[in-house]
C-alpha cells in the first residue's frame, strides 16, 4: 500500500495527516508547535500518525510539508545579515521604496517605517549598466566588484543579493557577480534578481531578492536538518514543500527559493478547501481558516483560488505569486483586553500562542482568550487534540471574568459572548475583503471553515455573511496538511515585455510563451515526473498604456493560433478592469510580463466515503449538555462525528465533537452528513438542508 503524509506547522499546533492512496482512509494526529525546532513536533507526529494506522514509518512514500519557517524568519526578524550588491547611483532603493504609507490621514505621523532588511551599510554599487532592452552600455568593472565585495565580507554579512538595474532584461552581470562572489565570499548563499524575479521596477525586483536571501539559510538548514531526521527515523520519503501559490517543490528548489514559501501554510488550507468543496459539490467558496494565532480567508471560483502578485508578511510585501489570503489576529489564543483609554472590548491581534496557551490549558496562561470564552459557554468539550490537551473549565471562568468586570456586565457568560461576538466581527470584517470588496457577493459563494477553532465560529460566520452552506470538511483541524497532501508539483517562469498591443502580433506572444512553459517545465521533470503527465496555464500582466498598475489575466494560448488572440485578452481584460473599478479608458492596452506554470499530475487519493444512515443521527448521540447561546442557557445535544453517517441531518442547538475540532450548530440551523464526510450547515427553513 501507498502513504502520503501531509504535515502543516503553524504558530500553536502542528497537524499530520497521513493517507492511504488505495481506500482514502486518514489517520491524523494534532500536537503542540516546537517553535524552537519545528522538527521535533514534526517527527513525534508522523511517529504517533503511523502507529495510530498500524504501518512502520518507512511505508511513508512522500512527505508533503507546508512551514512557516520562511515567514517566521521575517515576523521575528531572525534572518541573515543580508548585503547587498547594487547598480551604482541606487545605493538607497531600499531606502527610497514606495511613497506609501499605511493608515488614517495620520499615518504619516503615526507610522514607524520599518527597516530594511539589509542595511545601506550593507549595500555596494558597482559600476556596470544595461539598458531595459537588456543592451550594454557600461560594461561590468570586476576589480570594481572585487573590491566591493571584499568590503562586504569584513562586515560579516551572511547572505549575498544581486539586483542591478534592468537586470531583469539581461542576466549576465549578475550572473558574473556571483561567480566572483563565489571566489571572495565562499560558503556565502547568493541570491540573484534575474533569477529570482526578472520583473519590472527596480524596487519590487530588489526587496524581493533581499527577502529571498534573507530566509534562505534558515529554510535551507531546517529542510536539510528535517531529511536529515527523517532518515534517521527510517522514512525513506520524497520531501516536497508547498509553496505560497498552493503548489508543491522538491526540497531543493524550497532551498533555493524559500521567498516562494512565505504563505506555505495558508496556502495548504485553501488547497485542502478546495478538495473538499469539490467532494460536497460546490465550485465557488469562501475559505475561513482559523487556528490558535490567526485567521486565514481567502476567495475560490470554480475551484480556482484566486492568485495574487504580492505577497504581504507583516510590513513586508514582496513580489512573490501566492493564493490571495488575508490574514486577521483571530484564533483561538487571541487575547481578550479592555484598553483602559476606551474602557471597549477588543480581542487579538495578541495571541497566548502554544506557551502558555490560553488559560483553560492550565499551563500557567492567565489572560483571557477566545478558547477560553468558548469554554465558558459550553462549546468546548473538556480535551483538546484527542485528549492531548485538557481543559480547565475553573480557570477559563476565572480568566473571562476579569473581562466582565472591566466592562461591567453581569455573569461571565455575558462577558464570553461579547468576545464570541467580537471575534466573528473581526473574520467577517476580513472575509468582506477578499468578496465584497473584490467586487464578489458572498451569497453567491460556500463558506468552507475548518483550522482547529473555524468550525466553532462556521455558523455564526455565515449568518453574518449569508455563505450558505457552510461547509464543515472531514478531518477540520488538519484540512491545511490534507491540501499539502492532495496538491501536486508545479513551477512557473516569467518575463517582462512591456510592449503595447500596436507592437505585438500574436505569434510572438506564442512564443514568448512557450518559451517560458520549456523553462518551467525544467524544474518537474528534474523532480522525475514523465513530460506527458505535466500541464500548462498561461497568463499576462496587462494594463492601459500610461498606468501604474497591472492586472493578472489568464492566457488561452490556442486563441494566439487562430489569429485572435490578442482580441480576445484585450476583451477579458477590459471586462475585468470593468469589474474591479466600474469604468474602461481608451488608452491602448499593454502587455507588462507573460507568465507560463506547469503543473504535476494530482495524486490519486481515493475520496472518504461514509454508510448511508438515514436521516435520524441519534446513533451518533453521547449526551446531553447546557450551552449559552443569546443571552440565555439551553439545552444542547453533544454527537459524536466519527459515529454520524451519510444523510443524516443534526438539527441545532448542538455541539459535534471529533479529535481534531469541535463544530457549533446554532438554533434554527442544521446540519446534512454529505456522503463524502463533508457537513453542510443551513438555515432549517432552507428546503435544501434535508438532502445533498
Known sequence: MAFRLGVDVGGTFTDILLINEETGKTHRYKTSSTPEDQSIAVLHGIEQA?????????????????????????????????????????????????????????????????????????????????????????????????????????????????????????????????????????????????????????????????????????????????????????????????????????????????????????????????????????????????????????????????????????????????????????????????????????VGPQSAGASPGPASYGRGGLDPTVTDANVVLGYLPSQLAGGEIGLDAEAAGTAV????????????????????????????????????????????FALVAFGGAGPLHANALGKLTGAWPVIIPPSPGVLCAYGDATTSLRDESARTLVRRFSELNDMQVRGVMEDLEATARESLLAAGLDDKDLTVTYSADLRYHGQGFEIPITVNLDTFGQGDGLTQLRAQFDKEHERLFAFLLDNEHELVTARATVSGPRPDVASITLEEGGIDPSEAERSKHTIFVDGENIEATIYDRNRLKAGNVVTGPAVITEMDSTTLVLPGHSATVHPHGSLLIRPTADPATAKD
Request: proline share 4%; glycine share 12%.
Open 401 to 444: 471574568k476579569m473581562i466582565a468586570e472591566a466592562v461591567g456586565l453581569d455573569g461571565v457568560e455575558n462577558a464570553a459572548e461579547g468576545i464570541i461576538d467580537i471575534v466573528n466581527e473581526n473574520i467577517y470584517g476580513a472575509l468582506k475583503l477578499v468578496s465584497t470588496q473584490q467586487g464578489f457577493d458572498p451569497r453567491d
Open 50 to 346: 503511523c502507529k495510530a494506522a498500524g504501518i512502520a514509518m518507512s511505508e511513508v512514500r512522500e512527505v508533503l510539508h507546508g512551514t512557516t519557517v520562511a515567514t517566521n524568519a521575517i515576523l521575528e526578524h531572525k534572518g541573515a545579515r543580508v548585503g547587498l550588491v547594487t547598480t551604482k547611483g541606487f545605493r538607497q532603493v531600499l531606502q527610497i521604496a514606495r511613497s506609501f504609507v499605511p493608515g488614517g490621514l495620520a499615518g504619516w505621523i503615526i507610522w514607524p517605517k520599518p527597516e530594511p532588511l539589509a542595511d545601506l551599510e550593507d549595500t555596494v554599487e558597482v559600476i556596470g549598466r544595461v539598458t531595459t532592452s537588456g543592451q550594454v552600455i557600461t560594461a561590468l568593472d570586476e576589480a570594481d566588484v572585487r573590491i566591493q565585495l571584499r568590503k562586504l565580507k569584513k562586515k560579516g554579512i551572511e547572505a549575498l543579493s544581486i539586483s542591478l538595474i534592468n537586470s531583469y532584461a539581461n542576466g549576465e552581470h549578475e550572473q558574473r557577480i556571483a561567480e566572483i562572489a563565489a571566489e571572495e565570499l565562499p560558503g556565502i548563499p547568493v541570491s540573484r534578481s534575474s533569477i529570482v524575479l526578472p520583473e519590472l521596477r527596480e524596487y519590487e525586483r530588489t526587496i524581493t531578492t533581499v527577502a529571498n536571501a534573507y530566509v534562505q539559510g534558515q529554510v535551507s538548514r531546517y529542510v536539510g536538518n528535517l531529511e536529515s531526521k527523517l532518515g534517521e527515523a527510517g522514512v525513506d520519503a520524497q520531501l516536497s514543500i508547498l509553496r505560497s501559490d498552493g503548489g508543491l517543490v522538491s526540497g531543493r528548489v524550497a532551498s533555493g527559493n524559500p521567498v516562494s514559501l512565505l504563505l506555505s501554510g495558508p496556502a495548504g488550507g485553501v488547497t485542502g478547501a478546495v478538495w473538499a468543496a469539490e467532494q460536497a459539490g460546490f465550485s465557488d467558496l469562501l475559505t475561513f481558516d482559523m487556528g490558535g494565532t490567526s485567521t486565514d480567508v481567502a476567495l475560490v471560483q470554480n475551484l480556482t483560488p484566486r492568485i495574487g502578485r504580492e505577497t504581504t508578511v507583516g510590513d513586508l510585501t514582496v513580489r512573490a505569486t501566492s493564493v490571495d489570503v488575508r490574514t486577521v489576529g483571530a484564533g483561538g489564543g487571541s487575547i481578550a483586553h479592555v484598553p483602559q483609554l476606551t474602557q471597549a472590548l477588543r
